[in-house]
């Protein structure tokens, strides 16, 4: 006989299902008038401080079709790496955003500003990313991944350092595509698959 | 920052990704593994809300899409219960919102094409923030099941999704509350995809008779954990020291 442990086991999920945006995005769902607005329409107010950046692309299943349904949740750091809560950090970023898959072609955009590179635990510095939790008819857990930037200098980023294969790192890097533009596909499964992360 | 390393997730206490009996999972499924690492303050921080996000109204679904101040017709509930992390503390202050269909099992979305017709008082979405000791409440009616195209005969279970921040990015999750006795859980593909019995029961609502009130509304109690943070102890002493 041993002990019991007194932890608990975290609750689990389930798909979020093909009306999710009636929970979190009432206005795409049809659904007006109970809040005033959506929640998390924007991670930055006017006067944010750094790059406005515009980020598109589109979540693929594994056929290559794009899915409509999806819903995006984005996080990230302000302009100088600092996390709205931390000192210092921009006032004008939430750095929060909720966005949809388009009903028809399923594009996502999200327009924000370029966050800067954080610390990590033990002096390491994170390249500059974008946390993405991704939910969806079909996805039984939420998927985390990141979204990096191809004109920033990566190369010492713990978390992409620990990719293996770097045909899947770059899976992860938002290719530049105009100035402030960026594009970044997910591929949910097959070639080209997205990393997605457990941490 | 005070804040330490998320636990890390039970990967097996969770549905698995892909199950071909929820056929939409079979292409919507990584292939690959997942990268696993210690969480960062990417995932240790989140997004706050606070109470004046709210209207008061927001967690009350019979009255909060009222057109003229009449009820939502159906079965009135009150959902209850507590956020905790898996150290037992409760987790204050973080944003919960649900979402569900109407008594009939017809959505309030675009995209839901169901004959069961749908209410003109109810929208199907709310949203509260947990007080001090990490409880929630909301007023609803209890949602039919529906008909879906997966098998030739699938029904949803009368479910209720939910969604919770807690305090990191790491923490977030979506979920579906069953109901205690309902006979089409057994039966369901979305609820099948949890293979730990355990963890499924924990998803099924317990009636409530000490919650409800007479002559007015019936409870149900469904608690949430999310995930808690690792003991930090010796964390900042350097190897050797």
Known sequence: MVQPLDTLIETPSQTAGPYVHIGCIPSFAGVEGVYPQDLGTSPIAEGAQGQIITITGSIYDGTGWALRDAMIEAWQADAAGRFPGQDGADPAVSGFCRFAADKDSGLFTLRTVKPGATPARGGAVQAPHISLWIVARGINIGLQTRIYFGDEDNSNDPLLSRIEQRPRAETLIAKPDGEGQYRFDIRLQGDGETVFLDL | ?241
């Open chain 2, 1 to 241: 920052m005070a804040d330490g390393p998320l636990m890390p997730r039970r990967r097996d206490m969770h549905p698995v990704p892909f199950d071909p009996d929820y056929k939409t999972s079979i292409s919507r499924s990584p292939r690959w593994p997942l990268l696993s690492m210690e969480s960062t303050p990417s995932e240790e921080t989140g997004p706050r809300f606070g109470a004046s996000l709210l209207g008061p109204l927001d967690n009350n679904l019979i009255m909060n899409y009222s057109a003229d101040g009449s009820p939502a017709i159906g079965e009135r509930i009150l959902m209850h219960g507590r956020v905790l992390d898996e150290m037992g503390r409760p987790v204050p202050e973080t944003l919960i919102e649900i979402w569900q269909a109407n008594a009939g099992g017809r959505y309030r979305h675009v995209k839901d094409g169901y004959l069961a017709p749908l209410d003109p008082n109810f929208g199907g979405c709310g949203r509260t923030i947990t007080d001090a000791e990490g409880r929630y409440q909301f007023l609803t009616i209890r949602p039919g099941a529906y008909p879906w195209p997966n098998r030739a005969n699938d029904w949803r279970p009368m479910h209720i999704h939910i969604s919770v921040f807690g305090h990191a990015f790491g923490q977030r999750l979506i979920t579906q509350m069953y109901f205690e006795g309902d006979p089409l859980i057994a039966r369901c593909p979305i609820a099948a995809t949890i293979k730990d019995r355990g963890q499924l029961e924990r998803l099924v609502a317990p009636l409530d008779m000490s919650h409800a009130r007479p002559l007015d509304f019936l409870a149900y109690k469904f608690d949430i954990v999310l995930r808690g943070r690792r003991q930090t102890m010796f964390e900042n002493k350097p190897e050797g020291m």
